[in-house]
Each structure stands twice: as structure tokens, then as C-alpha cells.
């Protein structure tokens, strides 16, 4: 199992949840493992469940609410699906160094700091790094407007002192208000769907899918395209 890190206190659920399911569309087995303090998946993935731990399956896709560890969800699942933990990814959503340490991310495994430029975001969320004691490689998602050099500058700025070796690709994600329309429309019907997404957003989410599973863009374009359609 090869475990993907999203990193930052910028909300990433949705994002994380598309990456998830063009996986397994592709036929990969896909955990999404909800880390962070707020835990919102909580509230907007449908469930039947309402304990402080549980696991629900959402269009193909597990998702991992409430545990501070993998051993955690291997128990529960042994205790309640009689399930192996089996899976091709885990990817998980963390927003502090306990979920960074506690989940094991190694110095190996795929990062993305996901951000915006507020502030609050931006130092709240390199927080996670300043424990590192090994320089890792991390990829930036930036969340932003105006795509700046100097937002990008600014956030090299903060994390100078920090173990960071920020890969030489930058995604950038814009902000849409059609982007934030879809996604809020996707969360009240209970549904997983990229249509009415901007370009630029379904781009994004297809590089990181690219990223992780090593497909070419021919694989994941088809995999996309069968996800527009639903």
C-alpha cells in the first residue's frame, strides 16, 4: 500500500475524495483516511454511522473517520467487516505533525502541501514540518487567485528554515466560484462529480492522479471522462 500525504489546514476533502475515485475507477482500491482536527468528512460524506470511529464506503471509495492510526483502522476492520486492510492507496488528509507521526509518512512516501495564501493557512500549515528531522520532498497545490510569483516567493519565505525540498512542479488550483458551486452542489446530493468543474480544477486533480499512480494521461483522462459522465 503506498500511502499520499495532503498536507496543509486548507480544506482538501473534496479534492481528496476526486483523486480517490478517479482511482478506482481505474481499478484501484482506495482508502481516504480523514486525519484532521475537524474532520470533515464527517458531515459531508453520507453515512448511516454516527460513531466517534467508523469506515463507509462512498461510491467505491473507503473513508476512515475518527482514528489516530493505521493499526487502529486495521482493528476495526478485522472487528467489524472481518475485512483484511488491503489497499492499493491510503490517501490521508493531515493538518498537524500527531497525524503526520501517528499515520507514519515516511521520507519516501508522495506529500502535497495544499494551501491557500492567507496567512492563517500558510503558517498553520507548514507547522506540520517543523519537527521533520530529515529533508523531505513535498509537491505545493496552491489555491489561489492571481497565481503570483510573488505568492510563491512568499510562502519559499516561510518554510526556509524547515527540513522542505519542494519539488520543482507547482499546481495551481484557481479560485472558482463555479469550482465552489459544484463542489457544495456535489455535497447535498450525496454524489461524487467533477462535471461543471473548471478546466484548470479537473487538470489538477488528473496531475495528481498522475502523480500517484505513475498511469499515463491517456489511462487517466478515460478514467476521468467515465466520472464527467455520472
Not at 151 to 172: A, R
Amino acid at each position: 500500500m503506498e500511502k499520499i500525504a495532503f498536507i496543509g489546514s486548507y480544506d482538501k476533502a473534496d479534492m481528496i475524495i476526486y483523486i480517490a475515485k478517479i482511482l478506482s475507477i481505474m481499478g484501484k482500491k482506495v482508502i481516504v483516511v480523514d486525519s484532521t482536527a475537524l474532520q470533515k468528512t464527517r458531515y459531508i460524506v453520507p453515512t448511516m454511522q454516527a460513531q466517534k470511529q467508523y469506515i463507509t464506503t462512498f461510491e467505491k471509495v473507503d473513508i476512515a473517520i475518527g482514528f489516530e492510526s493505521f493499526d487502529q483502522i486495521k482493528k476495526y476492520k478485522a472487528a467489524n467487516d472481518g475485512d483484511k486492510f488491503d489497499y492499493d492507496y491510503a490517501l490521508i488528509d493531515i493538518d498537524s505533525y500527531r497525524g503526520y507521526y501517528y499515520f507514519g509518512i515516511k521520507t519516501e512516501d508522495k506529500k502535497y502541501f495544499v494551501t491557500s495564501f492567507d496567512i492563517y493557512c500558510l503558517r498553520r500549515g507548514l507547522q506540520v514540518f517543523k519537527k521533520l528531522e530529515e529533508p523531505t520532498a513535498v509537491t505545493k497545490v496552491l489555491f489561489t487567485k492571481e497565481m503570483l510569483a510573488e505568492e510563491d516567493q512568499y510562502l519559499n519565505y516561510l518554510s526556509k528554515s524547515l527540513k522542505i525540498k519542494w519539488n520543482s512542479d507547482i499546481l495551481f488550483f484557481p479560485f472558482e466560484l463555479g469550482d465552489q458551486n459544484t463542489i457544495f452542489a456535489n455535497q447535498r446530493s450525496g454524489r461524487i462529480r467533477i462535471k461543471g468543474l473548471s478546466t484548470q480544477y479537473i487538470d489538477g486533480i488528473m496531475y495528481i492522479v498522475e502523480g500517484i499512480s505513475g498511469a499515463g494521461n491517456g489511462e487517466v483522462k478515460k478514467a476521468t471522462k467515465i466520472l464527467e459522465k455520472n
